[in-house]
Nanobody, 120 residues
Framework: QVQLVESGGGLVQPGGSLRLSCAAS????????MRWYRQAAGKQRELVAA???????NYGDGVKGRFTISRDNAKNTVYLQMNSLKPEDTAVYYC??????????????WGQGTQVTVSS
């Protein structure tokens, strides 16, 4: 009933930048918190950043000052601007959204993930 589609991943050199996007579609009534997670090979999935419907944000310790999360409520889209990328940022990045659909049912939804590789 709700689909999240990420885009913007790829290969970038250390110190470079990427911008991820995640667009939500379906029978959406409202979207509450939107989050980005990442999972590196052999590691647990970790929270990268989150943004509430009123625009308040929080970040994982490893990305503060380098990554910026934002959202466009009119487009049901969340973004992650990633600057000063490091090899340790290499991971699959997943979008997550807490959504209330038109029937008033609420649930968490996940995107399929997009690969970010930071390497020279």
């Amino acid at each position: 009933q709700v689909q999240l589609v990420e885009s913007g991943g790829g290969l970038v050199q250390p110190g470079g930048s990427l911008r991820l996007s995640c667009a939500a579609s379906g029978n959406i009534f409202t979207i509450y918190v939107m989050r980005w997670y990442r999972q590196a090979a052999g590691k647990q999935r970790e929270l990268v950043a989150a943004i509430s419907s009123d625009g308040s944000t929080n970040y994982g310790d490893g990305v503060k000052g380098r990554f910026t999360i934002s959202r466009d409520n009119a487009k049901n889209t969340v973004y992650l601007q990633m600057n000063s990328l490091k090899p340790e940022d290499t991971a699959v990045y997943y979008c997550n959204a807490h959504v209330q659909i038109v029937t008033m049912f609420r649930d968490n939804y996940w995107g399929q993930g997009t690969q970010v590789t930071v390497s020279s």
